[in-house]
């Protein structure tokens, strides 16, 4: 008999905790005292290595009038959740594929109507996470429809930058 009460108890107890279940929030900003502020500092350049740099200026160089580079783009800041995903959770999911990620380049018009993003891939890109990063990235940016360009750290990257901008002219 007293196995009968246990699991009776057991079960309002389950009953009572999914009754009462906030709905589910997304995370919410706090203040950040002094002590967490003092954790930064400003990054020596944005360019995390030598082929990088060399391709920015590359693509600055010969880009079109009315056209522009821009560095470092947030996956976040290109893609977006679709409006209709109502439910949060999904939505925050969905999010945390892709805000802390980024592209190496990104081309604009003066619009800033994206043409299209450029990776870099020398041999960080070699491992089995990034792999998977950037079949991600593939994949994405393919179902989008946002041509996503892909070049390794040792080609010409003169030639592919001038490759690249006369798609756009």
Not at 20 to 41: E, H, I, N, V
Not at 51 to 65: D, Q
Not at 88 to 116: E, M, N, P
């Amino acid at each position: 008999m007293i196995e009968i009460w246990i699991i009776l108890a057991c079960l309002f107890l389950v009953w009572l905790v999914l009754r009462l279940r906030r709905k589910w929030l997304p995370p919410q900003s706090t203040p950040a005292d002094k002590l967490t502020l003092r954790g930064y500092q400003v990054c020596e350049s944005l360019f995390v290595n030598e082929p990088e740099r060399a391709l920015f200026h590359a693509l600055v160089r010969f880009r079109p009038k009315h056209k522009h580079v821009m560095s470092k783009v947030r996956l976040e800041d290109i893609l977006s959740v679709r409006d209709d995903i109502e439910d949060g959770r999904t939505r925050w999911r969905y999010r945390l594929r892709i805000k802390s990620r980024h592209v190496d380049f990104a081309l604009c018009d003066d619009q800033g109507r994206l043409l299209c993003a450029i990776e870099l891939d020398g041999t960080a890109h070699n491992g089995e996470q990034a792999q998977m990063v950037d079949d991600f990235k593939d994949r994405i940016f393919q179902y989008a429809g946002l041509p996503l360009i892909r070049l390794r750290t040792d080609q010409d990257l003169n030639r592919a930058a001038r490759a690249i901008w006369a798609k756009f002219r």
